[in-house]
């Protein structure tokens, strides 16, 4: 049993746990993901690292209450646990002193954009920080993104805190003043992924975006991770989840992301009617 020792409320709907996970935090780097269950019958998903404390042995994780699952995961607190925390899986981000970079984070991505801002801060590159969320109440960590960055913009869609605007527009600014980019780096929902990547691809700037799809062993033998790159079959388990932007089937993995949405709904509808709608 893995013990959550730590729940903090980001934003609503979106919570933090620090799990009592050793032999993760070790080996944990940036980029790489867990894969939990809550309870031996329980769904297994796959959450990427937000952070982790090596001396302490803590991994930290970030979730949206979404569907069934996270909904459930949500109403743990410290002091319970859960059955199974597998990890780390993936490939680690490919981190170099690549030049200038641009980490962006949109929404609940913005929790696996920071350990890999942090590392490409650390290689010695100058980093450029862009988080986004739909308004103020749902944006997290703007303070901890600031200190591995050289420069953090921040946006939200309707305006309610600091600018009104995407990613997107953001990163247009950015690119428009001139200064030569090597690499961006991008998590969030697929729409604002594959967004960033048209931005990106006129201006022939390596995107590299993290894939966060329906997964069920993290091993590669299930291949219900499949994506095609260029196109070629991967598997976000053992090829990713880090994958050139550009060359990502975005529209597929979207159809994809819907396969399971009927039985999603009706599982979340019976797990509220079972507990008085929570």
Known sequence: MFKILKK???????????????????????GQFIILKIDEKGERIPLTIADYDREKGLVTIIFQEVGKTT??????????????FVGPLGVPSHIENF???VC???GVGIAPIYP?????KEAGNKVTGII????????FWEEKMRTVTDELLVTTDDGSYVRKGFVTDVLKE?????EKIDLVVAIGPLPMMKAVAEVTRPYQIKTIVSLNSIMVDGTGMCGACRVTVGGQ????????PDFDGHLVDFDEQMRRAKIYQDEEKRALLKFEEGCGRC
């Not at 909904?71 to 199974?84: F, H, I, M, P, W």
């Not at 890999?116 to 490409?120: S, W």
């Not at 950015?174 to 001139?178: A, P, Q, S």
């Open 233 to 240: 079959t991967k598997f976000v388990c053992v090829d990713g």
């Open 174 to 178: 950015v690119i428009d003043r001139g």
């Open 116 to 120: 890999i801002t942090r590392a490409l």
């Open 71 to 84: 909904k459930q995961l949500g109403l743990l607190n410290e002091g319970d646990a859960v059955s199974d």
């Open 104 to 106: 962006i984070g949109g």
């Open 8 to 30: 903090e409320n980001l934003a609503p709907s979106i919570k933090l746990f620090e799990i009592d996970a050793p032999l993760v935090a070790r080996k944990a780097q940036a």
């Open 99 to 101: 030049g200038n970079v």
């Open 132 to 139: 986004g969320a739909r308004s103020k109440e749902y944006l």
